[in-house]
């Protein structure tokens, strides 16, 4: 797992989805996609894919346009419901590429272990801010406290062979 300081170029970002209630992007989802926003705009990719079911990749996608990036920058993979997809998608490509997986730490270890199983290799970034107002912080640390559990049950599950394909 790597920092945005130590991350090499590549050939696209892959930003991993996460729920998009009425259009708008959580915050979490957010920290995801100014990650590959920041990679983009020091040149270190020049694509930035974002994977999630498709109207939540419309939402991924605008939120990155509002940001400033190009639209011809960024794929949109509007088939992804959950993270192997993601993967999947990836690994169907006819031509391998060098990509910057985007995530927070708690989901990191999970995609990283579903994506190595298909072939993927690539580069695993960071995604979690650490500016936040101050009335964030309860809510912060219960839900990375959450995920990050969730997470943890989910690796072993796909350990142990019985997490759901």
């Known amino acids: 797992m790597l920092t945005i300081d130590e991350v090499k170029p590549a050939d696209a970002a892959l930003v991993f989805g996460a729920i998009v209630r009425n259009g708008l992007i959580s915050p979490l989802h957010a920290e995801r996609l100014d990650a590959a926003n920041a990679v983009f705009e020091l040149g270190l990719v020049k694509q930035i894919v974002v994977s999630n079911q498709q109207l939540a990749a419309r939402s991924m996608r605008d939120y990155l346009i509002k940001k400033g990036v190009p639209a011809e920058a960024i794929t949109l993979d509007g088939r992804a419901e959950r993270t192997p997809d ?53 809510t912060l640390l219960k839900v990375r406290s959450l995920r990050t559990t969730r997470e943890a049950a989910l690796v072993w599950a796909e350990i142990l062979g019985v997490y759901p394909n």
């Open 86 to 138: 993601t993967c999947r998608a990836e690994a169907s490509r006819a031509q391998q590429r060098r990509v910057i997986m985007v995530s927070q730490r708690f989901h990191l270890p999970r995609l990283a272990f579903q994506c190595s199983n298909l072939g993927i290799e690539g580069q695993y970034l960071i995604a979690d801010s650490t500016i936040r107002a101050p009335e964030n912080y309860w």
